[in-house]
């Protein structure tokens, strides 16, 4: 069964920069593509970032420059740091396999509110 734990999240002003973590279990991490999600109020969930097994990674237009996903196999975990927040990036960030979230049961994400 595949669990994913999200966090890290927070209040920050923008302009500010967070690190979030998720951890995943149940799956082969090291072969999985993987990707950041969020969702605002009012809002689609969108794929914000993704991370290959090779370590390729592609961004959302409104991310790039700001936002670096990595991974790290021996801990089966996948980070997102997140520089230069705007608030426009407040939502709920969730992580999940990328470009189609295939998991189907989604962690409880971790929340981001960049104040202006």
């Known amino acids: 069964q595949v669990r994913l734990v999200e966090s890290g999240g927070g209040l920050v002003q923008a302009g500010g920069s967070l690190r979030l973590s998720c951890t995943v279990s149940?799956?082969?991490?090291?072969?999985?593509?993987l990707g950041w999600y969020r969702q605002a109020p009012g809002k689609e969930r969108e794929l914000v970032a993704g991370i290959s097994a090779w370590d390729l990674t592609n961004y959302h237009d409104s991310v790039k420059g700001r936002f670096a996903v990595s991974r790290d196999n021996a801990k089966n975990s996948l980070y997102l740091q997140m520089n230069s927040l705007k608030p426009e990036d407040t939502a709920v960030y969730y992580c999940?396999?990328?470009?189609?979230?295939?998991?189907?049961?989604w962690g409880r994400g971790t929340q981001v509110t960049v104040s202006s």
């Open positions: 149940g799956i082969a991490f090291s072969i999985a593509t």
């Open positions: 999940n396999s990328a470009p189609t979230p295939r998991f189907v049961t």
